[in-house]
């Protein structure tokens, strides 16, 4: 009777726990090789492509990443340098479907740094 009790409490746990963000987004193959693939944190704009299609819009900006001022040499003290990089920022649109969330991947460095959700989509299904 106490192995039925904790049985039915685990299997009642597990129903109401909230899901693990695990920073992937599911979409229907464009290779063929099966009938969903996952783009997760980590992975290539080609690999983003490769598995789902092209977006239905991008987004391409420079963020920048760290600057610095130094002075000049000892023979000109008045002189400063100002050293700004900057970091090639994409944001992929994708349409998920009717009524379905819009998720927008952001790349840096071409690599997918973050998926988040925007407004509702329109459309077919394309991923969730």
Known sequence: ???????GL????????PPADA???SCFSKSGSSYT????????T??????????????ETAEETSG?????????????TLNIQKRKVEKFYYDCGYMRLVRILTFSGGRLISIEEGGRGAGEQRCW
């Open 1 to 7: 009777m106490k192995y039925l009790f904790m049985a």
């Open 10 to 17: 685990y299997m009642m746990l597990l129903t109401i726990a």
């Open 23 to 25: 920073g992937c987004m």
């Open 37 to 44: 693939e996952l783009v997760c944190e980590g992975d290539s």
């Open 46 to 59: 080609f690999d983003a492509i490769r598995k789902c299609g092209p977006p239905d819009y991008r987004e």
């Open 68 to 80: 610095e001022i130094s002075s000049g040499p000892t023979w000109r003290p008045h002189t400063r």
